[in-house]
């Protein structure tokens, strides 16, 4: 009786369904949104852009699904290889945010904005052992200064406690426009490593200082 409880079990065992191991290894990987939807979207903010291959890169850095920035409406110094989920957010953003800040705070346009780029395999804030910043995706731009038509220059590092109040409140209306466009906007309030530049990216989670 016994030799044939251990024979039912086993038989049993034999029809049961597949494990959750094996489950969750057979189930699909979900697929990442359609490429095209993006540089549809891409092209429908009013950018031309060079659609780059994707590329791999140690240890774990990489820039796919990225596109290269030719004109977004204001020049923009210093871009490399961009993910096409953080393009389109930024050029709606140079597009419009950038321009109707600049009219509103200083009655003039922007004629350049300088970047301190986006692609760099690092990590984050640059200091070894932490993790891989959103740079190293492609997933991130930083960007330190605006020239104004008339020339003037205007930077995160001397201006965002800066003597003159509209350019004051133009760089702060510039980082509160972007907090509803990325995911991650970390400027000169949020830490030391940011004191001169304004950090935008679509990481995991929303963060805004």
């Known amino acids: 009786m016994r030799f ?43 950018a031309r852009f060079e659609r780059l291959p994707d590329r791999e ?13 030719l004109d977004v409406g204001i020049p923009v110094t210093n871009l490399g290889a961009v993910k096409c989920g953080l393009a389109v957010p930024f050029a709606m953003w140079v597009r419009t945010a950038v321009q109707d800040a600049a009219h509103t705070w200083l009655d003039s346009q922007v004629a350049k ?16 052992g932490n993790m891989l910043s959103e740079h190293a995706r492609a997933n991130a731009v930083d960007i330190g200064a605006f020239v104004l038509a008339s020339g003037r220059r205007i930077s995160v590092k001397d201006d965002w406690n800066g003597a003159d109040p509209n350019v004051r409140n133009f760089l ?19 830490n030391a490593f940011h004191r001169d530049h304004l950090h935008f990216d679509m990481g995991a989670g929303r963060y805004c200082r």
């Open 4 to 46: 044939r409880g251990i024979l039912l079990l086993l038989a049993l065992g034999s029809c049961a369904g597949p494990s959750q191991h094996e489950q969750a290894r057979r189930k699909p990987i979900p697929a990442e949104p359609d490429i095209r939807i993006c540089l549809a979207d891409l092209g429908r903010a009013g």
């Open 172 to 190: 702060r209306a510039l980082h509160q426009s972007a907090c509803r466009r990325f995911s991650v906007v970390i400027g000169p309030d949020a």
């Open 113 to 128: 904005i300088e970047s301190f780029g986006s692609y760099a395999c690092r990590p984050v804030n640059n200091v070894q």
């Open 57 to 69: 890169f140690s240890p774990g850095c990489s820039a796919t699904r990225s596109v290269k920035l």
